[in-house]
């Protein structure tokens, strides 16, 4: 049996063969197991919202192993700490271990978004623009994994 990438987000270095239009080098991806037994399929993003990428339709079949290893694979969309401050453009920073929204563009590219809290609103709760900071494959590898508890409803737990 061949080996083909694990489920998960990954960024494509060369354009998949026999979908070289749907799967071009340099564009973010998932690779994801069919519930129905048919295998591990590939699918480009389909709309973006909150800062995270829900996925679209339709799923290609992912059946070669070659193409699979040119990926890059990425760590999961979510919320991490910095391991060292970021300088902005114009001035700004972001200190250490503050807590940040990982979200990808289109191509694959690392966006944090900063988590901020409003002092004058009335809900305990931190923010995420919905305008980033690209970064580079080097602090995206470094970045580390906050463990925020995920709630449904509107009222906290």
Do not use: C
């Amino acid at each position: 049996m061949f080996e083909l990438p694990t489920p998960g987000l990954y960024r494509t270095t060369e354009a998949m063969p026999g979908h070289e239009k749907d799967f071009p080098a340099g564009v973010l991806i998932y690779v994801g197991e069919s519930n129905n037994g048919s295998g591990r399929f590939a699918v480009r993003p389909g709309r973006n919202a909150r800062n995270h990428w829900f996925w679209g339709e339709p799923t290609t079949p992912l059946r070669s192993p070659t193409w699979g290893k040119t990926l890059k694979a990425l760590p999961s969309e979510g919320f991490y700490t910095l391991p060292e401050p970021i300088e902005l453009d114009g001035g700004g920073r972001w200190l250490a271990n503050a807590i940040v929204q990982l979200g990808y563009n289109a191509e694959g590219k690392g966006i944090l978004f900063v988590g901020q809290w409003r002092e004058d609103g009335e809900q305990n709760v931190l923010y995420f623009s919905e305008r980033g900071v690209l970064i580079d494959d080097r602090l995206l590898g470094r970045l580390i994994w906050a463990p925020i508890l995920p709630v449904t409803g509107s009222e906290p737990q």
